[in-house]
């Protein structure tokens, strides 16, 4: 290390420090490049709007697949939202912190579970379970949100544990002192108080489902269709790229990485209101 | 009509009791449902033996094997670059339009999907690198998801060092560097390793990060510039593909053993640092 020197290392490691910008830059110069060619070429209107993908005769429209994207990003919020938060708002107020501390990490393995095994349970268990009682395949836009529902719940209850406690709890002290209930004071000060956390963790969630690949590959059916019913086999934007990239060539993978184009707009757009409302609850109210 | 606010109490706690219990058992669930599935099916032979008949036959071997170097390779990368920006937020500078822009783009990269590291992994890496499907092209695509985590984790544990410690290693005359070295990561440590693992159980559960830079390749991978298939991505192709629910069973069974038990020991860690701390 002597032969550094202070100031060599000082500058040694400003350097790494802007690894993480650099990398996300360079992820976005190459996905750009070669994706947004054919985004210019076609109109970006048209890229997003025509309902034909048919790469062997050169349409590329990834209109279904953006209608999949948002169903099922749709649906695993409202199954993962709730419990979430729900599973949130108990473990800080209503059970002792030493019960806490034993089941917020069990919640967090959840998010350790890779998630082909997530994909594999939705086939194994839930698809033939959704195909006897609704009718359809089971492989659907019904199994595809129930599955990244839960995979998203670990994403949303640590950020919304993390924005409760961060609630003054002199804020509690007021209300319990008017004479409030427990959840009076929850539902009136403390989630108003926690507002911003939550929604950040809810788009932070959002964000995840929309990006989520292999389990919606293997439970979702991937045809290529505008759904009409929440029974209907759908192929969302990531499954299409993971789908495809093994093979394509030319122009179809050039779509394909403009695809990714439309993912990495959309999320560094989640993640900036996400990272602008987490701010916001950091920084106390006088 | 109004609900007495004692009632309302009452019916909130079941509701949100109900829906913790929920997640908890779903978790339980499957969890047993792949251990009781697959466990059967791991004996030693499964283990140690290559796959045939592109794995319906035979054991996972090779594919362990890659997923023991990919993650090492990614955090090999990962962790001088992560440990080196957290001292450097923590140490060498102070809150600045500067270190907001470097949040910034971690927390950004954090968000990124493991699909579009996929990509870039393949379209830089294996193309314009000629690194083609190998190992390091999917270590250094790793590393890269990694980095957010391992970056956080380690400045966390980096602040958390009571500033007495330094305090006193500047008043022996220890230069800035020293303190670092001698005072500041050794005590930042365990918090250090802690992001590591979780990191490595990262790394062993991704595949679709994985399966475009890494390749697919059943054979034992003897250079770093081998194509190999790990087990999460062996898990994916049996289970599409239909070639062999057992063998899927079984190797699922491997994969989640060797998740939970890194990220379990991530946690002991983190409570024992803890409890220490108190």
């Known amino acids: 290390m002597r032969f550094f020197g202070e100031k060599g290392v000082q500058h040694l490691l400003r350097l790494v420090a802007f690894s993480a910008l650099f990398g996300l830059l360079l992820i976005a110069i190459f996905i750009f490049q070669e994706g947004l060619p054919i985004i210019l070429k076609l109109g970006l209107k048209h890229f997003l709007f025509a309902v034909h993908w048919e790469p062997q005769s050169g349409q590329f429209g990834i209109f279904p697949m953006l209608i999949a994207s948002l169903w099922v990003t749709f649906g695993a919020m409202i199954v993962g939202a709730p419990l979430g938060i729900a599973g949130a708002i108990f473990l800080v107020e209503f059970v002792p912190r030493s019960v806490m501390r034993i089941i917020k990490p069990i919640i967090e393995l959840l998010a350790g579970i890779p998630s082909v095994v997530f994909g594999f349970i939705g086939v194994m268990v839930l698809a033939p379970f959704i195909r006897e009682h609704f009718g359809g395949s089971g492989l659907s836009i019904l199994s595809a949100s129930i599955i990244l529902g839960t995979m998203i719940l670990p994403t949303v209850m640590s950020i919304s544990i993390d924005s409760i406690m961060a609630v003054p709890y002199s804020y509690r002290e007021g209300s319990f002192a008017l004479g409030a209930t427990r959840w009076q004071t929850v539902h009136m000060v403390v989630l108003k108080a926690a507002r911003s956390g939550i929604i950040a963790s809810i788009i932070l969630g959002m964000g995840r489902a929309i990006g989520e690949t292999m389990a919606v590959i293997m439970i979702a059916g991937n045809a290529v269709k505008i759904p009409h019913s929440v029974l209907d086999s759908v192929r969302t934007l990531t499954a299409n790229i993971a789908l495809e990239m093994g093979y394509a060539t030319g122009m179809h993978r050039q779509a394909l990485f403009a695809t990714g184009v439309i993912l990495f707009v959309v999320i560094m757009i989640l993640n900036s209101i996400a990272n602008v409302l987490i701010k916001a609850k950091v920084s106390p109210k006088k | ?278």
Not at chain 2, 94 to 118: K, V
Request: glycine letters at 8%.
């Open chain 2, 1 to 278: 009509m109004r609900i007495p606010p004692r009632w309302s109490q009452a019916g909130a706690v079941a509701i949100l009791g109900t829906a913790t219990f929920v997640t908890v058992m779903v978790l339980i669930f499957i969890i047993a449902f792949i251990l009781q599935k697959g466990l059967p099916v791991v004996r030693p032979s499964f283990l140690l033996d290559f796959p045939k008949d592109m794995g319906k036959e035979g054991g996972i071997f090779p594919t362990i094997i890659a997923s023991i170097v990919l993650p090492i390779l990614a955090i090999l990368i990962a962790m001088p670059l992560g440990v080196g920006t957290a001292v450097y937020l923590t140490e060498y500078t102070r809150e600045s339009r500067l270190t907001q822009i470097i949040r910034f783009g971690t927390d950004c990269l954090a968000g990124i999907p493991s699909i579009i590291f996929g990509l870039f992994g393949f379209i830089f890496f294996v193309t314009t690198l000629k690194m083609g499907w190998s190992l390091i092209s999917g270590g250094l695509t790793l590393a890269l998801m990694i980095l957010p985590t391992i970056i956080r984790t380690s400045e966390e544990a980096i602040r958390a060092v009571p500033s007495v410690y330094r305090e006193v290693s500047y008043s022996l005359g220890a230069t800035r560097l020293r303190t670092v070295r001698k005072v500041v990561l050794p005590n930042a440590l365990p918090g250090i390793v802690t992001g590591m693992m979780l990191g490595i159980g990262r790394c062993i559960g991704e595949t679709a990060a994985v399966i475009f830079t890494a390749g697919v390749s059943l054979r034992l991978p003897t250079t770093i510039f081998d194509s190999a298939r790990t087990m999460s991505v062996h898990f994916y192709i049996l289970a599409r593909e239909g070639i062999s629910t057992e063998n899927a069973y079984g190797t699922a069974a491997v994969l989640i053993l060797s998740v939970l038990l890194i990220n379990l020991s991530a946690y002991g860690m983190m409570h024992w640092i803890m409890s220490k701390r108190s």
